[in-house]
């Protein structure tokens, strides 16, 4: 449902451009942070309707800070859905086993992306 607000969690400009102009002219409202230490920072301030985290991020990865979310009982229901360039099959399966609730490779593919936060959500 439009109108969420939304966590975006992405260290380089120009995939957090393109998220942001697809979600936002999809109705959404976009929190976002460069780091993993930010993403949950602002998760437990403002506790979106959904994480959308990379993996490789500077300071804590994109794994490490979703440990910390869900270790603190304000976040640990969000769902996280990991949003990586690590696309082989052995790194998917370590990004899910981490306990994500979805994944979706780099670069997105706009309809199946937003299909994917309309599903998680």
Do not use: W
């Amino acid at each position: 449902m439009a109108g969420e607000l939304l966590l975006l969690v992405e260290d380089n400009d120009k995939n957090r451009k393109l998220v942001r102009d697809v979600l936002t002219v999809k109705g959404y409202r976009l929190l976002e942070a460069e780091t993993g230490e930010d993403g949950v920072r602002l998760a437990q301030e403002h506790h979106p309707a959904l994480v959308l985290m990379d993996i490789q991020l500077p300071g804590i990865n994109g794994i490490e800070a979703l440990r910390q979310l869900r270790a603190d009982s304000a976040t640990a229901a969000i769902p996280v859905i990991a949003v990586t360039a690590s696309a082989m099959t052995h790194d998917r399966q370590a990004i899910m086993a981490a306990g994500f609730d979805a994944y979706q490779s780099k670069p997105i593919s706009v309809r199946p992306f937003i299909d994917l936060v309309r599903e998680v959500l």
